[in-house]
T-cell receptor, first 114, second 114 residues
Framework: NAGVTQTPKFQVLKTGQSMTLQCAQD?????MSWYRQDPGMGLRLIHY???????DQGEVPNGYNVSRSTTEDFPLRLLSAAPSQTSVYFC?????????????FGEGSWLTVV | AQSVTQLDSQVPVFEEAPVELRCNYS??????LFWYVQYPNQGLQLLLK??????LVKGINGFEAEFNKSQTSFHLRKPSVHISDTAEYFC????????????FGSGTQLTVLP
């Protein structure tokens, strides 16, 4: 019972490099999202998707791209990494946010940009 | 749009003492309310949620929360804490209508002292 799986768990990037954080869920959830967590700021929504082929921006989308080609996968791409993107990233999924369905979180990806 | 304010960033409390973690929200529409817990180096887990009905909601690990619509609050309480309750706690709100985003507060670090 894998739930929400994120890879890699830790990554160090140089400024200007690009990379992709992978997220997969095996619960057939329609809703998937990416958050970043910074000290004293809680979790802020980067991008979300309500189904395959449908994505939308959250609170802090700049510098990140997403796509949703399958129900299971929702990768987050950093196009040109900046030190301000040093953070802990969480992928989350839910059957739907309607009716207050629970969101399930991955274990996080720690990213450092130097 | 909605927002969440967690009034205390740090709450130290002695073991077996009661605790209250405060959460206020603002929204122009009906909302769903959640409390999540994050143990060190882990993802977030749902503690409890309010969708409708009784304003007193019971969750896991002996926690409960009370929804107060007039004061736009959703405070989390536990009558007797344990060392194992040491964690960060996040209040979150979702618009019950469009249900596309879950907005988090900045978090409260609960530290239970022996």
């Amino acid at each position: 019972n894998a739930g929400v799986t994120q890879t890699p768990k830790f990554q160090v990037l140089k400024t200007g490099q690009s990379m992709t954080l992978q997220c997969a869920q095996d619960m057939n959830h329609e809703y998937m999202s990416w958050y970043r967590q910074d000290p004293g700021m809680g979790l802020r929504l980067i991008h979300y998707s309500v189904g395959a082929g449908i994505t939308d921006q959250g609170e802090v989308p700049n510098g990140y791209n997403v796509s949703r080609s399958t129900t299971e996968d929702f990768p987050l791409r950093l196009l040109s990494a900046a030190p301000s993107q040093t953070s802990v990233y969480f992928c989350a999924s839910s059957y739907s946010l309607k009716a207050g369905n629970t969101i399930y979180f991955g274990e996080g990806s720690w990213l450092t940009v130097v | 749009a909605q927002s969440v304010t967690q009034l205390d960033s740090q709450v130290p409390v002695f073991e077996e003492a009661p605790v209250e973690l405060r959460c206020n929200y603002s929204s122009s529409v009906s909302v769903y309310l959640f409390w999540y817990v994050q143990y060190p180096n882990q993802g977030l887990q749902l503690l409890l949620k309010y969708l409708s009905g009784s304003t007193l909601v019971k969750g896991i690990n002996g926690f409960e929360a009370e929804f107060n619509k007039s004061q736009t609050s959703f405070h989390l309480r536990k009558p007797s804490v344990h060392i194992s309750d040491t964690a960060e706690y996040f209040c979150a709100v979702s618009d019950s209508g469009s249900a596309r985003q879950l907005t988090f507060g900045s978090g409260t670090q609960l530290t239970v002292l022996p």
